[in-house]
Structure formats: structure tokens, C-alpha cells
């Protein structure tokens, strides 16, 4: 089955720690992205990714970094940099940075303490 | 400034009835594409509809109506014949060109839709 998976679906972490969130898709995909979302607001973007080796910065990136040495692969990593790291995290691929629709991963919920 | 906005937090509707969940959104572009995805509980988001700026037609797919008012800058959703399993998140959002190159989609604070039995 092709789709993007996002693991774990849970985190949790000390303040002051960094934490990697996986994020794969097997839809051959050239663009990928990462959205943060807080309780009762939108998704917001943070990085993006239209081809491998390349990425940018969207609204929210401070705090934040990504990688993409592999077209299936877009880890976002939260650094001790972030001040509220606690959200929902959502990966989402689209078939290029032009096309409208983009699928969505199930989310991993980070729980800094 | 481009931007989504979405009044109503939560809407409640009887099973089998229509309701619309009402968006807003500003852009100077003159093309843009408008969008709605659900959130169940679960967190996945599940594209719904979308609707092109420059499409005559309003967008339909299913029990899903796109209500696309160019002029007023409007795109309601509605949804007919209500089931249960309607209950969920619902997040309209735009496409649009980002400052860096490429595109990029805003996205609204949401209404929680509640369906009764």
C-alpha cells in the first residue's frame, strides 16, 4: 500500500533534549512537507521540500530543522531551540511543488516536559 | 495578506440533514485554489474537495459541495445527508505562492462539526 507513515505516533521528552520525527512516503512523490498543529488552530507550515537535497523555510521554522538525502525520506528534527515544542506533527507529501493535493502522514504527538 | 478565516468553532446538525461550514479567505492573487480537509480524532487529514479560482462550475464530489463565491471571497462547504461518521474537524485552506518560490497552503482554524443521532 503506498502512503506515508510517521512514527512514533507518541513522544515524549525532557525540555532541553532534541528529538528526530520520521516521516517516509512510498508515493514516489517529489515534494514533501512538514505542518505543526496546535489545540483548536490550523496547520501550520514549517519547512518544505519540493526535490531531494533542496528545502525551505516556511512561517514557523525557527527552532526547527530538516534534512532530504532521499526522496522518501523528510526528518523533521526539534532542537532545545524550540520554545513550546509540544504539538501535533503532520508530514505530507504532494506529487510535486505545484500540484494542489497533498496526502497527509497519521501524526506523531510530541510531549515535551 | 493572504489568509483563511473560518467563524464558526463548532456547528451542530441532525443526521441525514444538510449543513455548511462557512470560509472566508483573502488573497491578491488571481489564481489560487481553495480547499477543505476533515480531521477525525484519529489526527489524519483526508482531502475533501477543492475548487480552482478560475473553474465556473462549483466543485462536487460525493455528499461534498463546494459553495464557491468568487465575488464575496467566500467557499462553503456543504455537506448533505449528515451520518454519524461526519463527526470530525473540518479545515478549509488555499494554496498559494510562497515568498521562496513554490506553493504553499494556509490553512483555517477549523469548525468541529458535531452530528447527532
Known amino acids: 500500500d503506498g502512503g506515508i507513515t510517521q512514527s512514533p505516533k507518541y513522544l515524549f521528552r525532557k525540555e532541553g533534549q532534541n528529538v528526530t520525527l520520521s516521516c517516509e512516503q512510498n508515493?514516489?512523490?517529489?515534494?514533501m512537507y512538514w505542518y505543526r498543529q496546535d489545540p483548536g488552530q490550523g496547520l501550520r507550515l514549517i519547512y518544505y521540500s519540493q526535490i531531494v537535497n533542496d528545502f525551505q523555510k516556511g512561517d514557523i521554522a525557527e527552532g526547527y530543522s530538516v534534512s532530504r538525502e532521499k526522496k522518501e525520506s523528510f526528518p523533521l528534527t526539534v532542537t532545545s531551540a524550540q520554545k513550546n515544542p509540544t504539538a501535533f506533527y503532520l508530514c505530507?507529501?504532494?506529487?510535486?511543488?505545484?500540484?494542489?493535493?497533498?496526502?497527509f502522514g497519521p501524526g506523531t504527538r510530541l510531549t515535551v516536559t | 495578506a493572504q489568509k483563511i478565516t473560518q467563524t464558526q468553532p463548532g456547528m451542530f446538525v441532525q443526521e441525514k440533514e444538510a449543513v455548511t461550514l462557512d470560509c472566508t479567505y483573502d488573497?491578491?492573487?488571481?489564481?489560487?485554489?481553495l480547499f477543505w480537509y476533515k480531521q477525525p480524532s484519529s489526527g489524519e487529514m483526508i482531502f475533501l474537495i477543492y475548487?480552482?479560482?478560475?473553474?465556473?462550475q462549483n466543485a462536487t464530489e460525493g455528499r461534498y459541495s463546494l459553495n464557491f463565491q468568487k465575488a464575496r471571497k467566500s467557499a462553503n462547504l456543504v455537506i448533505s445527508a449528515s451520518q454519524l461518521g461526519d463527526s470530525a474537524m473540518y479545515f478549509c485552506a488555499m494554496r498559494a505562492l510562497y515568498n521562496t518560490g513554490g506553493f504553499k497552503t494556509i490553512f483555517g482554524a477549523g469548525t468541529r462539526l458535531f452530528v447527532k443521532a
Open positions: 488573497t491578491s492573487d488571481q489564481s489560487y485554489g
Open positions: 505530507a507529501s504532494s506529487v510535486d511543488g505545484i500540484s494542489y493535493e497533498q496526502y
Open positions: 508515493l514516489n512523490h517529489d515534494a
Open positions: 475548487q480552482g479560482s478560475y473553474d465556473e
